[in-house]
């Protein structure tokens, strides 16, 4: 619960900043999709995936939070999942208080996301008897959904209220057949200046040219809510029109709009009183950032001035004003952009209108939607809803992957057929249908159809791990994804703070939960337990197939290298007078057995008998082994089991890892290896501790019994460096390019639809240094463009454990549908020189 109330207040502060990107001038769509939008997901995917105790415990009482944010977040995932009874509870606080309540702004923000064809009776009543700010939010609902209103619109048109004679000029866009002209007449002719501009959009939306006059008109009387009508001239009108604008720019109250306006124009008439405005620190901004729409110059480098620091006018003034999205902008260099101007303007016609540099056209109106800033998209929305009549109704707060679709839409149909003349030659739109079915698009993608296993291929058909993110795979994976980590001090190592000279514990992420008091085997056995429990339960094992159980644990290579380290450093310090008796006891020193040594025998003799003991796996097990391989010796292990599984010695077997870094041992070393990161040492290894496990069966066995698969393993590939890393030569990717290439050149594509890399790097400079090269050497690999994702920045050095979670990660985000690619390689990496790989694909495509 504690980790779901971390993602719900997560989710709260990405929705913010989504909020903030729709309008942020240095965010595109893709740039606001892959930042505050991916993360904002992610968050609600971990509360979905929380279960009946989070939404009885968290979600359902967060509807009545005073932040619309946070009741936007909790009622999306409630709007996700099945069942009349959370759907209720949302739109109850949507009618909460007759629609006054904040938690009412966030329930309608969340439900215009989120289509729902189940609430179209119960928004429709709402509709009917609510107050008039909840019919206003019903109607934005229902027009986002394209559900049309059970009655005429006239009524809420001309209501008083300003907010629903908005909403139902809105529905009009989408619904002309609801709207009397004389109604939308009347809106043309209101005193509210909101609703005369949201009546002139929609208009203009439909065609009717006749509310081009009263555009202009409202121009020259400069009327309450000047800056939309500003706009929509500046768009739609003649060139000689523009005089308008030019003039407003000589009163302070309208220059900034004006300036937002000639930016919209495109013509090159503007150019030089924007360059005369950026002299002006008030608004050399907004005029700069107009300038730039007309001609497509990129603010950088010589052409930015330093931004003044605030300063208050007055003592009175102890905090700085509000930032908007105008604080964003680039602050301009007058000079050099005026004299970028003249160099360039010879390039430009005084009879052509521009955006973004290039004449203005269909495709340059929908480049500029997909890859422009999202600050101005909502003006250039609503001009490709005006030149293509209405067909093409951009919902620019709409998830990101929705605009896209659509705009990718508009490209197919329109391809240059977009009229480009001035808005008074348009003519009346044929009217829409006004019937559509409710787009029910999930939340979280989903699987649209399976895919055949890669020929000899091995399936995933369990996964179970448990991490300082929670006991289970999916908790774990879920937080990972998040961007969650939870480091804390650990007691048992502490470092001196040169600037404060307090001693401060060294930083790991252990679970203290689980292993606090226990120690070697007995701590292995603890992770080890609840991470193969948890492959049980999500795996549904029943008794019957022989099983086999092959373990990775670590080698303890470090701990002898440190061991060796401390033995030398004690026999180089013998005093030379003493010679006799001090060979007596460097003698007895090194007779005696290394850690290391000790603890891979326990393990090997106790550790898994303990562990099937506690965690009984059902038909038992009929064949075991432990690999003492670091990272890569997950790779061995998975060797292995494919070698009984094919010989028929076994039907499935479990492969995993455990490991804990975080023990005094182990600190110890690290530490004295100078291996361990702390604030004094920012590179180096931030240790963690888990267990992960991942069932193996052969494809076309497990698809014979109907055991449907995670991920299937479609290659492998492990070697070695000739030297261990202490051997005083340099590791330059020779090993780990060659697993890596060994793997991509197995496979059908060689790799071309390989998008996500999981890499075993912990913060060390040998491992980054081996990794850097290797990409060298891979420089005609596939993998350029690749995502990268590290465990150790969610879990810290997990060892032995690595390959094990690796495969959790990639077939979690297979199952959930957020992976950006259909194949995901993992490399892993060892003290001694061992390198190795593997690749997964998933089960299904979307």
């Avoid at 509870?89 to 007759?98: C, M, Y």
């Avoid at 016609?349 to 056209?361: A, N």
């Avoid at 506690?614 to 061995?636: E, K, L």
Wanted: net charge negative.
């Amino acid at each position: 619960m504690d980790m779901a109330r971390d993602f719900l207040a997560d989710a709260s502060f990405f929705w913010t900043l989504r909020e903030q990107g729709l309008l942020a001038p240095d965010y595109s769509l893709q740039e606001l999709q892959a930042g505050p939008e991916q993360r904002l997901l992610a968050c609600l995917d971990a509360l979905q995936l929380g279960g009946p105790r989070v939404t009885r415990e968290l979600l359902l009482p967060a509807l009545s939070s005073d932040e619309p944010e946070q009741v936007a977040c909790a009622a999306s995932v409630l709007l996700s999942q099945p069942g009349q009874e959370h759907l209720g509870a949302v739109l109850s606080t949507l009618a909460d208080e007759g629609g006054a309540h904040p938690s009412s702004h966030g329930a309608a923000w969340a439900l215009e996301l989120h289509p729902s064809p189940r609430a179209v009776p119960q928004l429709l009543t709402l509709l009917d008897e609510g107050a008039p700010a909840v019919q206003a939010r019903v109607l934005d609902i229902l027009t986002a959904w394209g559900t049309a209103p059970s009655q005429k619109l006239d009524e809420a048109v001309t209501s008083k209220d300003s907010a629903l004679a908005q909403a139902g000029l809105r529905a009009a866009r989408r619904f002309p057949s609801r709207l009397e002209r004389a109604a939308l007449q009347r809106a043309l002719e209101s005193n509210d200046a909101e609703v005369r501009n949201t009546a002139l959009e929609t208009a203009l939306r439909l065609g009717h040219g006749s509310a081009w006059t009263g555009c202009v008109d409202a121009v020259r009387r400069k009327d309450a809510g000047w800056g939309p009508s500003a706009a929509l001239l500046a768009m739609g009108g003649d060139p000689q029109e523009l005089d308008l604008l030019l003039k407003a720019l000589q009163e302070p109250a309208l220059r900034k709009e004006a300036l937002w306006a000639l930016g919209l124009s495109g013509r090159v008439a503007a150019v030089g009183p924007l360059l005369e405005a950026m002299k002006d620190e008030s608004v050399a901004q907004v005029a700069a950032e107009a300038f730039c729409a007309i001609t497509g110059l990129v603010l950088t480098g010589p052409f930015v001035s330093e931004a003044e620091p605030w300063t208050p006018d007055t003592p009175e003034d102890e905090e700085a004003p509000p930032l908007g999205p105008e604080h964003a902008l680039p602050v301009p260099a007058p000079e050099a952009v005026a004299n970028w101007w003249q160099q360039v303007q010879k390039d430009y016609s005084p009879q052509v209108r521009y955006l973004g540099g290039k004449p203005f056209s269909t495709e340059t109106l929908l480049e500029a939607l997909m890859t422009g800033p999202m600050r101005r998209r909502s003006a250039l929305a609503l001009e490709l809803a005006i030149r293509s009549q209405g067909a093409f109704q951009l919902r620019v707060r709409d998830w990101a992957p929705r605009q896209w679709k659509t705009l990718q839409a508009a490209k197919a149909v329109l391809q240059g057929r977009l009229p480009l003349g001035p808005f008074r030659a348009f003519s009346p739109s044929a009217v829409l249908a006004d019937e559509s079915p409710v787009q029910a698009d999930a939340l979280f993608q989903r699987v649209v159809w399976q895919r055949p296993p890669p020929p000899g291929a091995l399936a995933i058909t369990g996964l179970g791990m448990v991490s300082s993110l929670g006991d289970g795979v999916v908790g774990s994976c879920a937080a990972a994804r998040v961007g969650v980590a939870r480091p804390d001090g650990l007691e048992d190592l502490t470092f001196v703070d040169e600037d404060s000279g307090e001693s401060l514990p060294v930083t790991g992420h252990a679970i203290p939960h689980l292993t606090q008091g226990y120690a070697g085997v007995g701590r292995l056995v603890r992770l080890g337990t609840v991470a193969l429990t948890d492959l049980q339960h999500h795996s549904g094992m029943q008794a019957g197939p022989r099983t086999g159980i092959f373990l990775n644990l670590p080698s303890g290579f470090l701990l002898e290298a440190a061991e060796r380290q401390e033995r030398k450093a004690a026999s180089e310090e013998a005093e030379p007078d003493s010679e006799a008796e001090d060979a007596d006891a460097s003698s007895d020193f090194d007779e005696t057995p290394l850690l290391a040594e000790t603890l891979r025998e326990r393990y090997a003799e106790t550790l898994l008998p303990r562990l099937l003991a506690q965690a009984a796996v059902p038909g038992g097990i009929t064949q075991q082994a432990v690999f003492f391989g670091d990272s890569p010796g997950f790779v061995t292990a998975m060797r292995a089991a494919e070698r009984a599984l094919r010989s028929g010695t076994l039907d499935r077997c479990i492969v995993g890892g455990i490991d804990s870094i975080v023990e005094l041992e182990w600190l110890d070393a690290l530490d004295a290896l100078r291996m361990l990161k702390t604030r004094e040492r920012p590179t180096g290894l931030m240790p963690g501790e888990g267990a992960a496990f991942v069932l193996l069966e052969l494809a076309d066995a497990a698809s014979r019994r109907g055991t449907p698969a995670v991920a299937y393993v479609d290659a492998m590939a492990a070697s070695s460096e000739p030297e261990h890393l202490f051997a005083g030569k340099p590791h330059v990717g020779v090993a780990l390019s060659s697993v890596i290439a060994e793997v991509l050149g197995s496979l059908e594509d060689r790799g071309q639809t390989t998008g996500l890399v999981i890499a075993d790097l912990d913060g060390t400079v040998p491992r980054a240094q081996d990794w850097g090269y290797a990409q060298l050497r891979l420089n005609s690999a596939p993998l350029k463009e690749a995502v990268t994702w590290y465990p150790a920045d969610v879990w810290g050095g997990l060892g032995a454990a690595t390959g094990a979670v690796a495969v959790c990660m990639a077939a979690r985000g297979f199952a959930r549908g957020y992976l950006p690619t259909s194949g995901v390689l993992t490399w892993l990496w060892g003290w001694n020189g061992e390198r190795a790989a593997f690749h997964l694909r998933p089960p299904s495509a979307r």
